[in-house]
């Protein structure tokens, strides 16, 4: 026998789970659980369910596959080619600081006044997280605690447009389109500075103080972009003095 399909059931089901496509809950390459789960989870039938998950695999919001159903990389369409163009581009290096700059402190802002428990316990496990891979002295793990505790923040600003946005750049960043982050974290010094300047921002988003959480976030923006400066600098000398050296100097005599 034909299962029963009701296609109302399936259109509010998929408009929901767009809905939380949308807010970020559901995130860019996370796996769903089976169906039969989410079905029972949903109080829905396993058909109108799959009805569903048809709807959103045909406008690109999730993709279908036989180890299961993921979040589709969406915003991967526009900043794929862009991170192509803007790898190893020095000015849009730059640019992407000076967005960072403008956008960074009003999203910490947001955050400070918008996030919900839920999000406050999530950054508080992340500075935890950040701590010990610092304690650890494991500057990978510390870079994931970094790039994770600025994605939680945009998604406790509660603007979608935000979240995508800078949730699609930090994927950029993950990748090592604008920088090496682990260029960054191993000079000497600068492991200290940042925990800091994290620890800052995630206190004054914890203690809800909107100005605080703003100055935070600037401030390590620009202290992170005066850091590349200086590693850029400093590439620029020892590339221009191996230049200046000749063959006799690489030899002994
Ligand atoms: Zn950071």
């Given amino acids: 026998m034909e299962p029963i399909r009701n296609p109302k059931l399936a259109d509010a089901i998929a408009e929901h789970l767009e809905q939380m496509i949308l ?3 559901l995130r860019p390459g996370e796996k769903l659980a089976a169906e039969r789960e989410l079905a029972e989870k ?4 396993r058909p109108s369910l799959r009805e569903a998950l048809e709807k959103l695999q045909k406008r690109g919001l999730i993709e279908i596959t036989k180890t299961g159903t993921v979040v589709a990389q969406f915003m991967a369409m526009m900043t794929e080619p862009l991170a192509a163009m803007m790898q ?3 000015q849009a290096l730059i640019d992407y600081l000076e967005y960072r700059g403008l956008v960074e402190g009003e999203a910490a802002r947001l955050a400070a006044i918008r996030a919900t428990e839920v999000e406050m316990d999530a950054i508080e496990t992340c500075l935890n997280r950040m701590r010990n891979a610092h304690k650890l002295d494991d500057p990978t793990a510390e870079a994931e605690a970094d790039i994770d505790l600025h994605v939680l923040i945009y998604e406790a600003a509660h603007n979608v447009v935000l979240m995508h ?3 699609a750049f930090s994927e950029m960043l993950h990748g090592g389109v604008f920088y090496s982050r682990l260029q960054l974290y191993t000079r000497p010094g600068v492991r200290d500075v940042l925990l800091e300047q994290h620890l800052a921002i ?12 703003a100055e935070a976030a ?7 972009a005066a850091t590349l400066a200086e590693i850029r600098e400093e590439q620029v000398r020892v590339a221009r003095a191996l230049r200046r050296m000749g063959r006799s100097e690489f030899v002994t005599h």
């Fill in 88 to 90: 190893s581009n020095e």
């Fill in 202 to 213: 995630g206190a004054a988003v914890l203690a809800r103080n909107p100005d605080l959480a």
């Fill in 42 to 45: 949903l109080e829905v039938s």
């Fill in 165 to 167: 946005v800078m949730r």
């Fill in 23 to 25: 807010e970020g809950v």
């Fill in 218 to 224: 600037t401030n390590h923006v620009r202290a992170t």
